[in-house]
């Protein structure tokens, strides 16, 4: 069954889109509050198609997380009962909150630099320093380094790897696909 080699043809021709920038864009800013899906997803097909701009589009990718990041933390800070608390409870993030207020306890600003850097859902963490009232201009910077590293680290190994690199994804999308699948399944399992 090849799932993953149609979707992977669908995101190429997506990341080609006459307003793929936009989209990588929006998909930036949202992710850093609720979206689930990560921006590398998108990134990643984006740079690989036009290596030309990839830094461009890491930058994009960097100022859209960072400015959602702010308004998460925005949100956790003015309307966590109100509005953050149902948001968090309908997706199932109650006990991810709860580790992110652990964490925060034991590592303080660092827990921003590698929720930002790392696949850890950044989201929970942005939220998290707005109701910790976190400091706001360490977590604005903290988050735009670790943001910064992490998707400029994408969009050049992407331009390093150039046509080999697509050809070789190409080659091997479904069995790195399932096996993704397969990691997050342990991963849930092992964390719940």
């Given at each position: ?16 889109h ?9 998909m ?9 899906i ?7 097909p984006m ?19 960072v ?10 800070q ?25 964490w925060?306890?034991r ?6 630099f590698?929720?930002s ?40 190994l ?12 190409r ?16 991963a849930y399992?092992?964390?719940k």
């Open positions: 069954m090849k799932i993953f080699s149609t979707l992977y043809d669908k995101v190429m021709i997506w990341s080609e006459r307003h793929a920038e936009r989209y990588l864009s929006g930036s800013f949202i992710e850093s509050i609720f979206w689930p990560p921006v590398d997803v998108m990134l990643a740079a690989l198609s036009r290596p030309s701009k990839a830094l461009h589009f890491a930058m994009l990718a960097t100022v859209f997380s400015l959602g990041a702010a308004l998460g933390y925005g949100l956790g003015f309307f966590y009962d109100p509005l953050v608390v149902p948001l968090v409870e309908s997706v199932g993030y109650q006990h991810k909150m709860q580790v992110a207020f652990d925060f306890d590592w303080g600003v660092l827990v921003i590698v929720a850097f790392t696949p850890i859902p950044y989201k929970v963490f942005t939220i998290t320093a707005g109701v910790l009232n976190m400091a706001f201009l360490p977590f604005l910077l903290v988050s735009l380094v670790g943001r910064g590293l992490r998707f400029y680290l994408v969009a050049g992407m331009m390093w790897g150039g046509p080999r690199m697509e050809a070789q994804l080659k091997y999308v479904e069995v790195l696909g399932w096996l993704v699948v397969i990691l997050a399944v342990v399992l092992l964390l």
